[in-house]
Every structure is written in structure tokens, then in C-alpha cells.
Nanobody, 115 residues
């Protein structure tokens, strides 16, 4: 069993920054691919970025160099540094951990970008 807890969301003005964290516990190990997804009201969940235990990163086109994903395997924690935030980035951001046929989700943290 793997538990994921996100934190760091909040209200920020356009152009601002936030750093999200995802703390993993339980049977987590570095072979898990960890990733961030987001879901805005009335929209489908979409992929943001992912990182393997060895640091290989994939990211969605809309990240456009504004978001940086990182991971500290020793702390079982993943981060998402978000800069130059836009109103369209408003969503619940969810942490995911996948390994073979196992897929675990956190409860999400709300990010609201508004003036």
C-alpha cells in the first residue's frame, strides 16, 4: 500500500509561483514513476509531468518551461515548482505513483490563479 499526500496549493496572482509537494509513504520505492496531474472544474484530468526514480522527466506541452518537477528519493517526496502561473492553471493538482500494474493517487491540492 502506498499513501500520497499533496501540499503547497493555494491562491496566487497571475505571474506568481507555487511549489507543490507530494509526500509518499508505505511500500514506495524508487522504481515507482511519480507524476502530477490536474483537473479543472468540468474538465477531464490531464497529465502535467512525471519523473522516474533515475530522474527521467516527461511533461505536457502546456508546461512550456514554467513548471519544474523534481524528486527526492531519500525523502520519498516529489515536488512541482510552478512559475509564471496563469488563470488557466487553476485546478486540483493530484500526485500519482505508478509501478507495473499498481497506480496510487493522492487527494489533491487546490491551486487557484486569480487577481
Amino acid at each position: 500500500q502506498v499513501q500520497l499526500v499533496e501540499s503547497g496549493g493555494g491562491l496566487v496572482q497571475p505571474g506568481g509561483s507555487l511549489r507543490l509537494s507530494c509526500a509518499a509513504s508505505g511500500n514506495i520505492h524508487s522504481n515507482y514513476i511519480m507524476g502530477w496531474y490536474r483537473q479543472a472544474p468540468g474538465k477531464q484530468r490531464e497529465f502535467v509531468a512525471s519523473i522516474t526514480g533515475s530522474g527521467v522527466i516527461s511533461s505536457a506541452d502546456f508546461v512550456e518551461g514554467r513548471f519544474t518537477i523534481s524528486r527526492d528519493n531519500a525523502k520519498n517526496t516529489m515536488y512541482l515548482q510552478m512559475n509564471s502561473l496563469k488563470p488557466e492553471d487553476t485546478a486540483v493538482y493530484l500526485c500519482n505513483a505508478e509501478y507495473t500494474f499498481y497506480s496510487h493517487w493522492g487527494q489533491g491540492t487546490q491551486v487557484t490563479v486569480s487577481s
